[in-house]
């Protein structure tokens, strides 16, 4: 896994399927960071577009990986220049194999 600076992120790019869940994420990158922009993304063209514009940007995925496989294919060649974060209710034994299989990704459940 590559090693990014957090510190340097100027923004960070919000997905997942659960609104509640992407709304407290939202809230509390706003609350820890104010001089960043936090952006969601709603549907998977408007987070590629997102992701292609801005190369810096941090992506944050509030999903469970195991169900959403066609979007970390979909990601594949952008995941590589992207710091990721996964935040799941649950990760199991198959959602850590998912992350680990797409470059080790960050997983943090809540």
Not at 40 to 53: K, N, V
Not at 101 to 108: H, S, T, Y
């Given at each position: 896994m590559t090693?990014?600076?957090?510190?340097?992120?100027?923004?960070?790019?919000?997905?997942?399927?659960?609104?509640?869940?992407?709304?407290?994420?939202?809230?509390?990158?706003?609350?820890?960071?104010p001089?960043?922009?936090?952006?969601?993304?709603?549907?998977?063209?408007?987070?590629?577009?997102?992701?292609?514009?801005?190369?810096?940007?941090?992506?944050i995925?509030?999903?469970?990986?195991?169900?959403?496989?066609?979007?970390?294919?979909a990601?594949?060649?952008?995941?590589?220049d992207h710091?990721?974060?996964?935040?799941?209710?649950?990760?199991?034994?198959?959602?850590?194999?998912v992350?680990?299989?797409?470059?080790?990704?960050?997983?943090?459940?809540?």
């Amino acid at each position: 896994m590559t090693a990014y600076n957090m510190t340097a992120a100027r923004q960070v790019i919000i997905h997942g399927d659960c609104w509640p869940v992407v709304s407290a994420v939202q809230a509390v990158v706003r609350a820890m960071r104010p001089e960043c922009r936090c952006d969601i993304a709603e549907s998977l063209p408007c987070l590629l577009q997102r992701l292609t514009g801005a190369p810096e940007a941090v992506l944050i995925l509030c999903l469970r990986p195991r169900e959403h496989i066609y979007l970390f294919y979909a990601l594949k060649s952008l995941l590589l220049d992207h710091p990721v974060l996964v935040i799941s209710d649950e990760l199991l034994f198959s959602d850590r194999l998912v992350l680990r299989c797409w470059g080790d990704i960050a997983c943090a459940p809540y």
